[in-house]
């Protein structure tokens, strides 16, 4: 099945700087790929995702970047501020109707 | 949007005794649901896909007779915690697909915290 690896597990910005977090997924046959943010205790938020036919989106300060290729996809959030402080998890699927596989998450904070 | 509700928020129980969840669609008809577990610090791990009408497909390692799932709806998918011993303490969290072609997002409830005495 599909194994989704998330690096870093931690990271810590200062406010203004780019922050980068990298997925590799195994399953060539993905071709769904969100990204959420979760607050503690609180649901994951879906902050941007990329289908396999499109190799990079961009929504505001949040981008993602795909790879097919190398069957590895990464977020970029620039101009962090501390607000953006929270857990991030990548995720992947195959279809429509298969579950999401998350990645392990990355911890990010952002230090005004 | 699409809006996911889940009922109780929270709940305490005691072990061995059982605790339904319910997993709502406010406004969207979900053929798929997925139930998910998160513990502290820890990604979510997938237990089960329920779709209406049907029996749950379980993850391996999941005891479908612990953790029972009903979709009798396309609205509602309930998680039943038979049993329950302080190790099923956790976080759990429902996830639904809208029917609609194209569509691949899931749209998550708000988790209920289960914590077993």
């Known amino acids: 099945g599909e194994n989704v690896e998330q690096h870093p597990s931690t990271l810590s910005v200062q406010e203004g700087d780019s922050a980068v977090i990298k997925c590799t997924y195994s399953?060539?046959?993905?071709?769904?790929f969100p990204w959420y943010k979760q607050e503690l205790g609180k649901r994951p938020q879906l902050i941007i995702d990329?289908?396999?036919?499109?190799g990079e989106k961009k929504d505001q300060r949040i981008a993602v970047t795909l790879n097919k290729t190398a069957k590895h996809f990464s977020l970029h959030i620039t101009e962090t501020q501390p607000e953006d402080s929270a857990v991030y998890f990548c995720?992947?699927?195959?279809?429509?109707?298969?579950?999401?596989?998350f990645g392990k998450g990355t911890r990010l904070s952002v230090i005004a | 949007g699409a809006v996911v509700s889940q009922h109780p928020s929270w709940v305490i129980c005691k072990s061995g005794t059982s605790v339904k969840i319910e997993c709502r669609s406010l406004?969207?008809?979900?053929?798929?649901m997925f139930w998910y577990r998160q513990f502290p610090k820890q990604s979510l791990m997938l237990m089960a896909t329920?779709?209406?009408?049907?029996?749950?497909?379980?993850e391996q390692g999941v005891e479908k007779d612990k953790f029972l799932i009903n979709h009798a709806s396309l609205t509602l998918s309930t998680l039943t915690v038979t049993s329950a011993h302080p190790e099923d303490s956790s976080f759990y969290i429902c996830?639904?697909?809208?029917?609609?072609?194209?569509?691949?997002?899931?749209?998550f409830g708000p988790g209920t915290r289960l914590t077993v005495t």
């Open positions: 996830s639904a697909r809208a029917g609609t072609q194209g569509s691949y997002e899931q749209y």
């Open positions: 399953d060539s046959a993905s071709n769904y």
């Open positions: 990329i289908r396999s036919n499109v």
């Open positions: 995720a992947a699927s195959i279809q429509r109707n298969t579950p999401l596989v």
């Open positions: 329920s779709n209406e009408g049907s029996k749950a497909t379980y």
């Open positions: 406004d969207f008809q979900a053929t798929t």
